[in-house]
Nanobody, 115 residues
Framework: QVQLVESGGGLVQAGGSLRLSCAASGSTFNIIRVGWYRQAPGQQRELVAS??????INYADSVKGRFTISGDAKNTLYLQMNSLKPEDTAVYYC??????????WGKGTLVTVSS
């Protein structure tokens, strides 16, 4: 089992920045891909950014050049979000995919960008 706990959400004005963190614990050695998803009210959950165990990084087109995903050796995943826009308002979820295809999710952290 893997536990994921997000933090760092909040209210920010358009053009501002936030950094989200996701602390992972448990059987993290089994994780082959980690990433951030978001879900806006009335919308489907969508991929924001991900990192695979091989080092490959993917970003949604809507956040390229503004968001940066990274991780550290203490099993913490980050999402640096710059030049935030009102349309970035959503609940942001940390995600992990294990070698045996199990999906792990955090409970989410709310990001609100005011115009």
């Amino acid at each position: 089992q893997v536990q994921l706990v997000e933090s760092g959400g909040g209210l920010v004005q358009a053009g501002g920045s936030l950094r989200l963190s996701c602390a992972a614990s448990g059987s993290t050695f089994n994780i082959i891909r980690v990433g951030w998803y978001r879900q806006a009210p009335g919308q489907q959950r969508e991929l924001v950014a991900s990192i695979s165990s091989g080092g490959g990084i993917n970003y949604a087109d809507s956040v390229k050049g503004r968001f940066t995903i990274s991780g550290d050796a203490k099993n913490t995943l980050y999402l640096q979000m710059n030049s935030l826009k009102p349309e970035d308002t959503a609940v942001y979820y940390c995600h992990g995919l294990s070698l045996d295809h199990m999906n792990y999710w955090g409970k989410g952290t709310l990001v609100t960008v005011s115009s």
